[in-house]
């Protein structure tokens, strides 16, 4: 899993703004993006995100665990 440090920085590439940490990725319920975690390590691209439904978008805003900076 990420050290909580790692997830006290991190950040949204597309609006600068904190992530959630919901099972194995990263997700920003502004944008409806979610960031896949790989060997425990965040690929945060633009490119790489994923669309999320309003369906997803409700179930991971259940889920998610703020990755907020200190």
């Known amino acids: 899993m990420i050290d909580e440090t790692l997830l006290s ?7 600068r703004g ?15 993006r979610a960031y896949r975690i790989e060997d425990d390590i965040p690929v945060l691209l633009i ?6 439904s309003d369906d997803e978008h409700a179930r991971l805003m259940a889920r998610a665990t703020p990755a907020a900076p200190q």
Request: charged letters at 30%.
């Open 47 to 52: 490119d790489e995100a994923t669309e999320v």
């Open 9 to 15: 920085i991190l950040v949204c590439p597309a609006d």
């Open 18 to 32: 904190p992530l959630l940490l919901v099972d194995e990725m990263l997700y920003n319920p502004r944008l409806r």
